[in-house]
């Protein structure tokens, strides 16, 4: 089955500093990699997604990049705020369909 | 409004009580998921179901159960099997994949706790 690796588990950034989040897969035949973003004790919520067929997506302050060779993807969170401050995960979805998730990385953004 | 629904927010167990979490999905989702989240361990998948009354085990689904009589509910049961069910528990659903997959919905969760 697919497996997704994530790195950093913390990230600590000062407000305005950009934040990286990378994330591995194993399975080839996945070709879709939606990121989702968690506050303390609710849901987590979509808030970027990338297709096989595409190497880079931005919407606003936030970008998601694709390597399909390497099977890696990666978060790009640009103009950091204290409200970025949350829990975010990778999934990758392929051959199976079932959304294998990373472990998450903690952001705190200072003020 | 569309939507998936968890139901407790908050639940106490008794050791050696079963307890049921509810998930109710309005999104027309064929697709129905469990997920546990501990601390540092991300999400993992106890039980998917693809269809009404299929379902298949996920990697961690020892100790629990589940039944999807309605395309709209996928219940999940702790059971006293389950030896460390205190966690966050997480319902999603999604369509199935046609060509291209798509994002999952996540309920608001049910906390579980053993007294």
């Known amino acids: 089955g697919e497996n997704v690796e994530q790195h950093p588990s913390t990230l600590s950034v000062q407000e305005g500093d950009s934040a990286v989040i990378k994330c591995t897969y194993s399975?080839?035949?996945?070709?879709?990699f939606p990121w989702y973003k968690q506050e303390l004790g609710k849901r987590p919520q979509l808030i970027i997604d990338?297709?096989?067929?595409?190497g880079e997506k931005k919407d606003q302050r936030i970008a998601v990049t694709l390597n399909k060779t390497a099977k890696h993807f990666s978060l790009h969170i640009t103009e950091t705020q204290p409200e970025d401050s949350a829990v975010y995960f990778c999934?990758?979805?392929?051959?199976?369909?079932?959304?294998?998730f990373g472990r998450g990385t903690s952001l705190i953004v200072h003020p | 409004d569309g939507g998936i629904t968890q139901s407790p927010k908050y639940l106490f167990r008794k050791e050696g009580q079963n307890v049921t979490l509810s998930c109710e999905q309005n999104?027309?989702?064929?697709?129905m998921y469990w997920y546990r989240q501990d601390p540092g361990q991300g999400l993992r998948l106890i039980y998917y179901?693809?269809?009404?009354?299929?379902?298949q085990k996920g990697d961690i689904a020892e100790g629990y159960s589940v039944s999807r009589e309605k395309k709209e509910s996928f219940p999940l049961t702790v059971t006293s099997a389950q030896k460390n069910p205190t966690a966050f528990y997480l319902c999603?659903?999604?369509?199935?994949?046609?060509?291209?997959?798509?994002?999952?919905?996540f309920g608001q969760g049910t906390r579980l706790t053993v007294v």
């Open positions: 999104l027309n989702h064929d697709a």
């Open positions: 179901s693809q269809i009404v009354n299929d379902f």
């Open positions: 399975d080839s035949a996945s070709n879709y």
């Open positions: 990338i297709r096989s067929n595409v």
């Open positions: 999603a659903s999604s369509s199935p994949p046609t060509g291209w997959n798509t994002e999952a919905f």
């Open positions: 999934a990758a979805r392929g051959g199976s369909y079932i959304p294998t």
